[in-house]
């Protein structure tokens, strides 16, 4: 039962354009939702999160917006730059605990 | 603040023997979180700790899996009988209270690589 999925593996996208990672949930009992960036050989890295009740969240370059009608969340980085070059996760929580999905590999060319 | 850390970084066992992973949080972090990584995937939840206490077990966590946090800071998770089917990153997270608005933001360490020959 695959609660969280991410159907793009990977990404690629030139320098200084936008890039956006789209993820789709189940479960409607999730109250955050929340990307996390992952370099090789590191533990994911927070980057920015959406309360269920909101439909949008910014922080710098990275924004996340959530659909919850449709149960579609997505980060929109921009503009992208090569060392956002990394596998991105999204994951919905309830009462803490992470439910991710497969992740994406984003490549930013220069 | 030193962060999340893992101990060891890589374990490389045969099938059959006992493996132990320790984790020391970020100090005041009460919760504490277990997952496993394999490759193409993304984490799994497999339990967590508040303080000491033990809350919740993924039914991922088979009868020779064990977690403990023994005095409600470092913890530990012990694989016994490792088959090769337990080959796999193992990811500790910790998180402090939740703010205001009520998110768990979870920390994560390193990981630990296991592979079972």
């Known amino acids: 039962d695959q609660q969280v999925k991410q159907n793009s593996p990977s990404l690629s996208v030139q320098e200084g354009r936008i890039s956006i990672l789209n993820c789709d949930y189940t479960n409607s009992m999730f109250d955050y939702f929340l990307w996390y960036k992952k370099y090789p050989a590191e533990g994911p890295t927070f980057l920015i999160s959406?309360?269920?009740?909101?439909d949008k969240n910014e922080d710098g370059r990275f924004t996340v917006f959530l659909n919850k009608s449709a149960k579609h969340l997505s980060l929109h980085i921009v503009p992208s730059q090569p060392g956002d070059s990394a596998v991105y996760f999204c994951?919905?929580?309830?009462?803490?605990?992470?439910?991710f999905g497969q992740g994406t590999i984003l490549t930013v060319h220069p | 603040d030193t962060g999340v850390s893992q101990d060891p970084r890589h374990k490389i066992t045969k099938r059959g023997q006992n493996v132990t992973f320790r984790c020391d949080p970020i100090?005041?972090?009460?919760?504490l979180y277990w997952y496993r990584q394999t490759l193409g995937q993304g984490p799994e939840f497999l339990t967590y700790?508040?303080?000491?206490?033990?809350?919740?077990k993924s039914r991922l966590l088979s009868d020779r899996f064990s977690a403990e946090r023994p005095k409600g800071s470092f913890s530990t998770l012990e694989i016994q009988r490792t088959e090769q089917g337990d080959s796999a990153m193992y990811l500790c997270a910790s998180s402090p209270p939740p703010g205001l608005a009520g998110l768990y933001e979870q920390f994560f360490g390193p990981g630990t690589r296991l592979t079972v020959l």
């Open positions: 700790f508040q303080n000491e206490a033990q809350l919740e």
């Open positions: 994951a919905g929580t309830s009462y803490g605990k992470l439910t």
């Open positions: 959406i309360s269920s009740i909101k």
């Open positions: 100090s005041e972090h009460n919760r």
